[in-house]
C-alpha cells in the first residue's frame, strides 16, 4: 500500500471527482476530522438541525373542539437556529422527524376526545394525527400527555407546528408547561 | 361567551342538522393562538351554509345555557355514582333512591 501525498485533488477534466468505485470502502480514520464547509449531500445530514422546545407556564383558554396551536417558548436546545415563534422551519430540503408531547388538561370540565397532529404551512396533516375517542361521549378525561410522532418531507422554507384539540364537556382547557416539541433531520 | 363549538352545535342543531368535530368530521374549528380566537377552519355541513358572525350571536344566550347546564349534568352524574350500584340500590329499597336521586337534582338545578 503506498501513500500518497498531495495538498489538493482536482478533477483532470470537468467537475466531477470521484474516490473509490463500488464496493470499495472510504475510511477516515479515528482522530481524524473531516470538514465540510460546502453542500453535504446523501450524508452528513441525520441528526442535524435539532431543537427540542417547551412551555415555560401553562398555555391556558384552549377552547372547546377546537383545533389550537401550541406555543413553545422555552427553547432546551435550537442547533441551527430553526425553530422561533412556536413553529420549526426547515434549512433545507429533506426528510424531518418530530415527536412531541401535548400535555393538555380540562380547567373546567372533563372531556371525551384528545387530539394532536402536525401542521405542515398550516394545514393539518392526517398521517400524524393521532386521537382517543371515550366511546358514548363519556366525560371522564381529566388530564393527558399525549404523544404525536411522524416524519415529514420538507422542502426547504415549509415549516412545522403542533396543533391540539380537546373535547370538553364544558369550558376550556390548559397546556402545562410539560408540554414539549422536538426533532431533527433524518434524510 | 359561549364557546364557538357551543353555538355551532345549537345553530346545526336548530336547522335539523348535526356538527361534528371528529377527524372525518363535517365541521372544523381552529384556533391559531394569535389572539384572535377561535374560527371556522373548514365548513362541510351537507344543505346548510356556514353560520355567519349574527347567526352565531343569536345562539350565544342559549349557549351559555347549555355550558351551564353541561356542568350541572356532570355534576349530577358524579353524585348519582356508578350505574350498577344504583341497580342494587334500586332493587333493595327503589324508594330511599327515588329520595337520593331528587335531592341531587335540587341541590344541583338546571338553568
Redesign the interface.
Known amino acids: 500500500m503506498g501513500t500518497l501525498f498531495v495538498d489538493k485533488l482536482d478533477p483532470q477534466s470537468g467537475t466531477a471527482l470521484e474516490i473509490g468505485s463500488s464496493g470499495d470502502t472510504i475510511t477516515i480514520p479515528s482522530g481524524a476530522t473531516i470538514a465540510n464547509s460546502g453542500t453535504a449531500t446523501g450524508f452528513g445530514t441525520a441528526g442535524t438541525n435539532s431543537f427540542s422546545v417547551a412551555g415555560s407556564g401553562n398555555?391556558t383558554s384552549?377552547?372547546?373542539?377546537?383545533?389550537?396551536?401550541?406555543?413553545f417558548d422555552s427553547e432546551n436546545w435550537d442547533t441551527d437556529s430553526c425553530f422561533a415563534s412556536?413553529k420549526f422551519t426547515a434549512p433545507a430540503a429533506g426528510k424531518y422527524f418530530f415527536t412531541a408531547n401535548l400535555s393538555i388538561y380540562a380547567a373546567?370540565?372533563?372531556g371525551n376526545?384528545i387530539?394532536g397532529r402536525f401542521y405542515k404551512n398550516g394545514s393539518g396533516d392526517?398521517q400524524t394525527?393521532s386521537?382517543l375517542?371515550l366511546a358514548g361521549g363519556s366525560?371522564i378525561m381529566s388530564l393527558f400527555n399525549w404523544r404525536v410522532t411522524g416524519v415529514l418531507n420538507l422542502a426547504q422554507n415549509d415549516y412545522v407546528e403542533l396543533?391540539g384539540?380537546f373535547?370538553m364537556?364544558?369550558?376550556?382547557a390548559t397546556a402545562p408547561a410539560a408540554r414539549s416539541f422536538m426533532g431533527y433531520r433524518v434524510a | 361567551m359561549a364557546?364557538?363549538?357551543?353555538k355551532v352545535k345549537l345553530y346545526c342543531t336548530a336547522n335539523s342538522k348535526t356538527a361534528d368535530?371528529?377527524?372525518e368530521g363535517n365541521v372544523?374549528?381552529?384556533?391559531?393562538?394569535?389572539g384572535k380566537?377561535?374560527y371556522i377552519?373548514s365548513w362541510s355541513v351537507s344543505g346548510l351554509a356556514q353560520p355567519s358572525d349574527s347567526d352565531l350571536a343569536a345562539h350565544d344566550t342559549a349557549g351559555n345555557t347549555e355550558?351551564?347546564n353541561?356542568?350541572v349534568?356532570?355534576t349530577r352524574k358524579a353524585a348519582y355514582g356508578d350505574i350498577g350500584d344504583q341497580l342494587d340500590e334500586i332493587y333493595k329499597d327503589i324508594d330511599a333512591w327515588k329520595v337520593r336521586i331528587k335531592a341531587i337534582k335540587d341541590a344541583n338545578p338546571k338553568s
Open positions: 398555555q384552549i377552547a372547546d373542539n377546537t383545533w389550537t396551536l401550541i406555543t412556536n373546567t370540565d372533563n376526545s387530539a392526517s394525527a386521537q375517542d366525560n396543533y384539540k373535547n364537556n364544558s369550558g376550556t | 364557546s364557538l363549538s357551543t368535530f371528529g377527524p372544523s374549528l381552529q384556533d391559531d393562538s394569535d380566537g377561535p377552519a355550558e351551564t353541561n356542568t349534568r356532570s
